[in-house]
C-alpha cells in the first residue's frame, strides 16, 4: 500500500496549482483505501508477485476518488471523510473536472500495465458506477422504490468497482478463469455489504466518527434501504410525514429524530445489517476456491469489518 499511495501522489501531481490541492485535500483526508487494497490483496491471493497490481490499485482508487468528487457537487454534501466537501472550498466547476482529472489519470495508469482486459473491466465499471448513480438520481424522493431496485442501484454505484477490484487485480495475476470468477463475486458482494452497512450508518452513526454528517442521506432524501423498510413497517399513520420529509423534503430540525427513531423501532436498521452480514457471508464463502493462506484471512477479515465498521 506504500507503494500505492506514492503512484497516488505522484500522478495526481499537474502544473494546474488547483489540481493536485483539491485532490489530495480528498485523497490526503485518509478513507479506508479499500478498493486499492482489495486490487492488491486479490492479486497476491491469486499468485502475483509484481507489481503490475499496483497501477491497476492507484487507478481503482483515483476512480473512487472521482465518483466521490463528483456525486458531492450532486448530493450539496457539506462533509466527506471528516473534512469540508472540496465543491465549498473551491467550488462545485473545480471538483467536477478536477473528478474528470483523476479518470484520466486512471486510465493512463491501466494502459501502462498493457492488460487489456484489466482496462476493459476497469472500464466498464465506470460506465456502471454512472448508470448507477443516474438511476439513484431518478428515483431520490421514491416512497415506492422497491427492494430489488435499491439493490440494483447499490450493486451499480458501488459494488461493481469492488467488483472491478478484485477481478482486475486476479486478472493481473494471470489466474485461471474460475477463480478469476470467484474474486469477482467475492468483490460484488462485499460491495453490496459494505454499502449497506454505509446505508445503515446514515441512521445509527455519529457525525464524529463517520467523516460526515449522519442524516444526509435523509436530509437528501435517497431512498436507502433503512429508510424504505422503515417506511413499509411503520404503517399508514405515519404516511404523511413520510410524504413530507422524504416525498417533498419539507424537513425541520426535529425530523431526522423522529424518522431515526421510527426507522429503529421497527427493526429496519436490524434488518439492513443482517442482510449486510449475509452479503459479507457469501463473499467470504466465494473465497473457497483458493487454499487457505494469510491473503485469504485477510480477505475475509475485511468481509467482516465491512459489516462491524462505525465509519
Given at each position: 500500500m506504500q507503494g500505492v499511495n506514492a503512484l497516488i501522489a505522484a500522478r495526481m501531481a499537474s502544473q494546474v496549482p488547483v489540481i493536485p490541492a483539491l485532490a489530495d485535500h480528498l485523497i490526503a483526508a485518509g478513507g479506508k483505501r479499500l478498493r486499492p487494497l482489495l486490487t492488491v490483496a486479490a492479486a497476491r491471493l491469486a499468485g502475483?508477485?509484481?507489481?503490475?497490481?499496483?497501477?491497476?490499485?492507484?487507478?481503482?482508487?483515483?476512480?473512487?476518488?472521482?465518483?466521490?468528487?463528483?456525486?458531492d457537487v450532486v448530493d450539496s454534501s457539506k462533509l466527506r471523510r471528516g473534512k469540508v466537501a472540496a465543491h465549498l472550498i473551491w467550488g462545485a466547476p473545480s471538483s467536477v473536472l478536477v473528478g474528470d482529472f483523476l479518470f484520466a489519470r486512471a486510465f493512463e495508469?491501466?494502459?501502462?500495465?498493457?492488460?487489456l482486459r484489466a482496462l476493459?473491466?476497469?472500464?466498464?465499471?465506470?460506465?456502471?458506477?454512472?448508470?448507477?448513480?443516474?438511476?439513484?438520481?431518478?428515483?431520490?424522493h421514491d416512497l415506492n422504490l422497491d427492494q430489488a431496485t435499491y439493490l440494483e442501484i447499490i450493486q451499480a454505484k458501488t459494488a461493481e468497482l469492488f467488483a472491478a477490484a478484485a477481478e482486475s487485480g486476479a486478472v493481473s495475476a494471470g489466474v485461471d478463469e474460475t477463480r478469476i470468477a470467484a474474486l469477482r463475486a467475492y468483490g460484488l458482494k462485499l460491495g453490496l455489504a459494505f454499502q449497506l452497512a454505509d446505508d445503515a450508518?446514515?441512521?445509527g452513526g455519529a457525525t464524529e466518527?463517520?467523516?460526515?454528517?449522519?442524516?444526509?442521506d435523509f436530509r437528501e432524501g435517497k431512498a436507502t434501504l433503512?429508510?424504505?423498510?422503515?417506511?413499509?413497517r411503520s404503517g399508514p399513520r405515519e404516511t404523511a410525514f413520510w410524504e413530507r420529509v422524504i416525498g417533498r423534503l419539507e424537513q425541520t430540525d426535529a425530523d431526522f429524530r423522529r424518522a431515526r427513531e421510527l426507522i429503529v423501532g421497527v427493526g429496519a436498521l436490524e434488518a439492513t445489517l443482517d442482510?449486510?452480514?449475509?452479503?459479507?457471508?457469501?463473499?467470504?464463502a466465494a473465497l473457497a476456491a483458493f487454499p487457505?493462506?494469510?491473503?485469504?484471512?485477510?480477505?475475509?477479515?475485511l468481509a467482516d469489518f465491512a459489516v462491524s465498521r462505525s465509519a
Open positions: 502475483s508477485t509484481d507489481e503490475a497490481c499496483l497501477k491497476l490499485a492507484a487507478a481503482v482508487e483515483f476512480i473512487h476518488t472521482a465518483t466521490l468528487l463528483h456525486d495508469l491501466m494502459v501502462e500495465t498493457g492488460s476493459q473491466i476497469l472500464a466498464k465499471a465506470s460506465s456502471v458506477i454512472a448508470e448507477g448513480e443516474v438511476l439513484q438520481l431518478t428515483r431520490a450508518l446514515d441512521y466518527t463517520l467523516g460526515k454528517n449522519a442524516g444526509d433503512p429508510l424504505l423498510l422503515g417506511i413499509a442482510l449486510a452480514a449475509d452479503y459479507a457471508a457469501g463473499a467470504k487457505a493462506n494469510p491473503w485469504r484471512t485477510a480477505l475475509e477479515d
